[in-house]
């Protein structure tokens, strides 16, 4: 599961810090599903059940963005999964990772 070959380019913790790198992992992200890399995983933390999950496709590619987003896709390989949180609101940022199992 380390080295799974079918998620190693998106294997990697990218940090978010302007509109410009949000827009960009929007684009990366949306490719990967595209071309299968990825996958929209059902996976939610269990300390955020009862809130609405969002729904990627409905994310536009350019501000005006939400406050705050969270998504999760998966490997559809190796099922690891990777976040995607950010914080638009009060500039705070945020990252592309995968998640430890
Ligand atoms: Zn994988």
Redesign the pocket.
């Known amino acids: 599961?380390a080295d799974?070959?079918?998620?190693?380019e998106v294997?990697r913790t990218v940090s978010i810090q302007n509109p410009l790198d949000l827009t960009r992992a929007i684009r990366v992200i949306r490719d990967n599903l595209i071309d299968g890399t990825l996958q929209q995983s059902s996976y939610w933390p269990s300390d955020q059940i009862g809130l609405d999950e969002p729904i990627f496709s409905d994310l536009p590619d350019h501000e005006p963005w939400p406050d705050y987003m969270h998504y999760f896709f998966q490997?559809?390989?190796?099922?690891?999964i990777f976040e995607l949180s950010v914080e638009t609101y009060r500039g705070a940022g945020g990252k592309w990772s995968a998640i430890e199992s």
């Open positions: 599961m799974c070959k079918h998620c190693q294997n490997c559809p390989q190796c099922q690891r």
